[in-house]
């Protein structure tokens, strides 16, 4: 298993780096030829780890560790036939070497088959003391396998190991997450912080479950924990001005957020909560200002370009929120939700031939919901397309055929044809289907509640 990277070369690694630029060959002890290989693997430098590789076989022939290295590079590179083929020459020379079976368990896992890798690295602990890095290995395989209790357990035993091993911390609370079990997460990190009650990365966490639970002071005081232990962390900034926006304390929200970009270079989600909340405490301009700010920082950011649209929606300014939705579905042209504030924005306008086309966007993009179907028919209905709302009305009813809401406006539109025939089949079957519904009937078309037939189907 590679080291942690060094921040500074050894005297081993400028020897070696020294004798590739001339035609000298410097011996070295196979322990640091290891030193090299790890510190060139844990950089990304793989082709300098080769040649270090290949230059300590040749001057420690029978180094199993360099061979284990070389297995390693091998397995990193998809060589597994070659991979395999090494580690059957070394089991019969060292049957007891944890790595052999650490490497086996790599060569299983980058096949898809996990189960086998569990099994490798369970024989690996069996024969080590040194379990940390295969318990995290192990946490890996469990969450390839989507056994998140097992991926959990192995990754809190890293976390035992080494308190400061942040990324099996992060691992377990995602676990937790995942599981759904925000109560676990937030026992567990009180007892963490219970020992390590300046570990920022711990306070930050459990503010992020209190926030999932909604107890906000609980998510604020953690975070401010967390800004006590380190008052240069960023993210702990942010998420208290979410939180702050929840309680309703903009101003202060927006005092967190303005930290953040302080601390380190702009970003655009900073900037999009900022206006969000000057938005909210009524400030326009300053709202409008972050917006653009948001779109300036980061031009493909969608959702930059939806909340410009959004604002001038509300604003009833919908040729610039026209502008800005077309913004949006430049950047993701596969997303239902622009397609649909796009067709209600073009229902704004009375401009149904375009509205009728965003609607029908929005569908092939995967937006099946009853409202969509039902926002659809309205812009055949504002159109007089009576027939082709009744069309709409009908696919719709396949995604949704219980929906009473359908059943009543198709029967509405037959009756807007002058189809008195059709009109009385589909009330009878709307009425049949959900009785209790019948408002939606009167409601959305009323004209036709004053017709005896109508009338004495409804009971009115």
Same mark, same amino acid.
């Given at each position: 298993?590679?080291?942690?990277?060094?921040?500074?070369?050894?005297?081993?690694?400028?020897?070696?780096?020294?004798?590739?630029?001339?035609?000298?060959?410097?011996?070295?002890?196979?322990?640091?030829?290891?030193?090299?290989?790890?510190?060139?693997?844990?950089?990304?430098?793989?082709?300098? =780890?080769?040649?270090?590789? &290949?230059?300590?076989?040749?001057?420690?022939?029978?180094?199993?560790?360099?061979?284990?290295?070389?297995?390693?590079?091998?397995?990193?590179?998809?060589?597994?036939?070659?991979?395999?083929?090494?580690?059957?020459?070394?089991?019969?020379?060292?049957?007891?070497?944890?790595?052999?079976?650490?490497?086996?368990?790599?060569?299983?896992?980058?096949?898809?088959?996990?189960?086998?890798?569990?099994?490798?690295?369970?024989?690996?602990?069996?024969?080590? *003391?040194?379990?940390?890095?295969?318990?995290?290995?192990? @946490?890996?395989?469990?969450?390839?396998?989507?056994?998140?209790?097992?991926?959990?357990?192995?990754?809190? &035993?890293?976390?035992?190991?080494?308190?400061?091993?942040?990324?099996?911390?992060?691992?377990?609370?995602?676990?937790?997450?995942?599981?759904?079990?925000?109560?676990?997460?937030?026992?567990?990190? *009180?007892?963490?912080?219970?020992?390590?009650?300046?570990?920022?990365?711990?306070?930050?966490?459990?503010? &992020?479950?209190?926030?999932?639970?909604?107890?906000?002071?609980?998510?604020?005081?953690?975070?401010?924990?967390?800004?006590?232990? $380190?008052?240069?962390?960023?993210?702990?900034?942010?998420?208290? @001005?979410?939180?702050?926006?929840?309680?309703?304390?903009?101003?202060?929200?927006?005092?967190?957020?303005?930290?953040?970009?302080?601390?380190? $270079?702009?970003?655009?989600?900073?900037?999009?909560?900022?206006?969000?909340?000057?938005?909210?405490?009524?400030?326009?301009?300053?709202?409008?200002?972050?917006?653009?700010?948001?779109?300036?920082?980061?031009?493909?950011?969608?959702?930059?370009?939806?909340?410009?649209?959004?604002?001038?929606?509300?604003?009833?300014?919908?040729?610039?929120?026209?502008?800005?939705?077309?913004?949006?579905? *430049?950047?993701?042209?596969?997303?239902?939700?622009?397609?649909?504030?796009?067709?209600?924005?073009?229902?704004?306008?009375?401009?149904?031939?375009?509205?009728?086309?965003?609607?029908?966007?929005?569908?092939d993009s995967g937006s099946f919901e009853l409202e969509t179907w039902l926002n659809w028919a309205n812009v055949s209905r504002m =159109?007089? *397309?009576?027939?082709?709302?009744?069309?709409?009305?009908?696919? @719709?009813?396949?995604?949704?055929?219980?929906? =009473?809401?359908?059943?009543?406006?198709?029967?509405?539109?037959?009756?807007?044809?002058?189809?008195?025939?059709? @009109?009385?089949?589909?009330?009878?079957?709307?009425?049949?289907?959900?009785?209790?519904?019948?408002?939606?009937?009167?409601?959305?078309?009323?004209?036709?509640?004053?017709?005896?037939?109508?009338?004495?189907?409804?009971?009115?």
């Amino acid at each position: 298993m590679a080291f942690e990277s060094e921040e500074r070369p050894s005297q081993s690694i400028n020897k070696f780096e020294s004798m590739l630029k001339t035609d000298d060959v410097y011996f070295f002890d196979a322990e640091d030829f290891e030193e090299i290989i790890h510190h060139y693997l844990n950089h990304g430098k793989i082709a300098l =780890a080769k040649k270090a590789i &290949k230059i300590g076989l040749k001057q420690h022939i029978e180094s199993i560790s360099l061979k284990l290295l070389h297995i390693e590079v091998l397995v990193f590179e998809n060589n597994l036939e070659i991979a395999e083929q090494m580690l059957d020459e070394l089991q019969l020379l060292d049957s007891a070497n944890e790595e052999i079976y650490i490497q086996r368990a790599n060569i299983y896992s980058k096949k898809d088959n996990h189960e086998a890798a569990v099994a490798l690295l369970n024989e690996a602990l069996s024969i080590t *003391n040194e379990s940390f890095d295969i318990y995290s290995l192990l @946490g890996m395989e469990y969450l390839f396998m989507d056994d998140f209790k097992m991926a959990k357990e192995s990754f809190m &035993k890293c976390v035992t190991y080494d308190k400061h091993d942040y990324s099996a911390l992060y691992n377990v609370i995602y676990c937790f997450e995942f599981l759904e079990d925000f109560e676990g997460a937030i026992s567990y990190l *009180n007892d963490y912080l219970d020992n390590n009650p300046y570990c920022e990365v711990a306070w930050h966490q459990l503010g &992020k479950q209190y926030f999932e639970k909604r107890m906000y002071p609980e998510a604020l005081t953690a975070f401010d924990f967390a800004i006590i232990s $380190d008052d240069s962390f960023m993210g702990a900034y942010f998420e208290k @001005g979410k939180v702050l926006e929840k309680m309703g304390k903009f101003e202060d929200a927006i005092e967190n957020y303005e930290t953040t970009l302080q601390l380190e $270079d702009p970003t655009s989600h900073a900037y999009l909560r900022i206006g969000r909340c000057y938005e909210k405490l009524g400030s326009d301009d300053m709202a409008k200002h972050h917006y653009y700010q948001t779109v300036h920082e980061d031009p493909l950011l969608d959702k930059g370009w939806l909340v410009i649209t959004e604002f001038y929606y509300k604003r009833e300014e919908y040729t610039k929120a026209l502008h800005y939705i077309n913004k949006a579905l *430049n950047i993701d042209s596969d997303n239902p939700e622009y397609w649909k504030k796009c067709g209600k924005i073009h229902v704004a306008l009375k401009d149904f031939d375009n509205a009728d086309m965003a609607y029908k966007q929005a569908i092939d993009s995967g937006s099946f919901e009853l409202e969509t179907w039902l926002n659809w028919a309205n812009v055949s209905r504002m =159109a007089q *397309n009576y027939d082709t709302a009744i069309e709409i009305l009908s696919q @719709g009813s396949q995604f949704h055929p219980e929906s =009473a809401e359908i059943a009543y406006k198709k029967a509405g539109m037959y009756l807007m044809l002058g189809d008195k025939i059709n @009109g009385r089949i589909a009330l009878m079957k709307a009425l049949k289907e959900n009785r209790n519904q019948v408002a939606l009937f009167e409601t959305d078309f009323s004209q036709f509640s004053t017709i005896a037939w109508v009338q004495e189907l409804i009971g009115t």
